[in-house]
Antibody, heavy 116, light 110 residues
Framework: QVHLVESGGGVVQPGRSLRLSCAAS????????LHWVRQAPGKGLEWVAF????????YYADSVKGRFTISRDNTRNTLFLQMNSLRAEDTAVYYC?????????WGQGTLVTVSS | QSALTQPASVSGSPGQSITISCTGT?????????VSWYQQHPGKAPKLMIY???NRPSGVSNRFSGSKSGNTASLTISGLQAEDEADYYC??????????FGTGTKVTVL
């Protein structure tokens, strides 16, 4: 069965960096586009970034453009999110999700807290 | 990238039908048939309920249905059950090749 497991979250100071990972199993990783979606505490879902099958196309929300970088390693079945210049408003649970125009499988999320 | 507009809350009694609206623009909901709906219970990951406006994934109850008219998409839950109480989010592809979620709707079963 399909599994997506995020890791790398934690507490980080404003202005610092963090790299999230999402390990995938149970499907042909390179055949699917992927997303990062986040949810601030008590708030709604916010789309963060998208990457195509082989990583040639990447798109970002305006709120993270220029600070976050999405990437993938199809040999390791892993999705990444490099987050730089973190701000308090980046505090959220970060989910990875499989799919293009819709996401049929989601991970359980990893919490990122940006605080001094 | 403004969030799609959903009502903050919708409620209904068991067995009733409710409809959640999702209003966007001609650059997102109105432009593409790439609207999806997600159910989220507290502390859980979102679950896909409807994709491409009106398609239901395998395993999702046929009590859930989706539609679209112009810039507004809708999710209807018929025969409301206690387990349907959750937050619901719509999502759409946009003309900027990005995606946007709705503001979310809390469904309460009375």
């Amino acid at each position: 069965q399909v599994h997506l497991v995020e890791s790398g979250g934690g507490v980080v100071q404003p202005g610092r960096s963090l790299r999230l990972s999402c390990a995938a199993s149970g499907f042909t990783f390179s055949s699917y586009a992927l997303h990062w979606v986040r949810q601030a505490p008590g708030k709604g879902l916010e789309w963060v970034a998208f990457i195509s099958y082989y990583g040639s196309n990447k798109y970002y929300a305006d709120s993270v453009k220029g600070r976050f970088t999405i990437s993938r390693d199809n040999t390791r079945n892993t999705l990444f999110l490099q987050m730089n210049s973190l701000r308090a408003e980046d505090t959220a649970v970060y989910y990875c999700a499989r799919g293009g125009s819709y996401s049929d499988y989601w991970g359980q999320g990893t919490l990122v807290t940006v605080s001094s | 990238q403004s969030a799609l507009t959903q009502p903050a809350s919708v409620s209904g009694s068991p067995g009733q039908s409710i409809t959640i609206s999702c209003t966007g623009t001609s650059s997102d909901v109105g432009a593409y048939n790439y609207v999806s709906w997600y159910q989220q219970h507290p502390g859980k990951a979102p679950k896909l309920m409807i994709y491409d406006v009106s398609n239901r994934p395998s395993g999702v109850s046929n009590r859930f249905s989706g539609s679209k008219s112009g810039n507004t998409a809708s999710l209807t839950i018929s025969g409301l059950q206690a387990e349907d109480e959750a937050d619901y989010y719509c999502s759409s592809y946009t003309s900027s090749s990005t995606y946007v979620f709705g503001t979310g709707t809390k469904v309460t079963v009375l």
